[in-house]
């Protein structure tokens, strides 16, 4: 399972954290990803992170801006979202592929606007 969580209204340039919290399978054995779907359009993937937080990889929309990080101890994954942009506005999901399985959250709702 996993539970998404930290959306919110921010000012263009502001901040958001966004976590995922995760059960049900070896968290530190998986890559996690954070994907997003603005409104009327198809869902973008954004951000990558190896299971022992080795590597990370970001969309080149959200390039020096999002960073991604985990906690294995606290089963947790974390998109930290500064210099926010009024594109940014979207619906984030986390996302884990087991084996030929990829399970996703609920998604947390993320709007920039003034």
């Known amino acids: 399972q996993l539970v998404e969580s930290g959306g919110g209204l921010a000012q263009p340039g502001g901040s958001l954290r966004l976590s995922c919290a995760a059960s049900?399978?070896?968290?530190?054995?998986?890559?996690m990803s954070w994907a997003r779907q603005a409104p009327g359009k198809g869902l973008e993937w954004v951000s990558g992170?190896?299971?022992?937080?080795?590597?990370?990889n970001y969309a080149d929309s959200v390039k020096g801006r999002f960073t991604i990080s985990r906690d294995n101890a606290k089963i947790t994954v974390y998109l930290q979202m500064n210099s926010l942009k009024p594109e940014d506005t979207a619906v984030y999901y986390c996302?884990?592929?087991?084996?030929?399985?990829?399970?996703w959250g609920q998604g947390t709702q993320v709007t920039v606007s003034s």
């Open positions: 996302n884990v592929d087991i084996y030929s399985d990829s399970y």
């Open positions: 049900g399978f070896t968290f530190s054995t998986y890559a």
């Open positions: 992170i190896y299971g022992d937080s080795s590597r990370t």
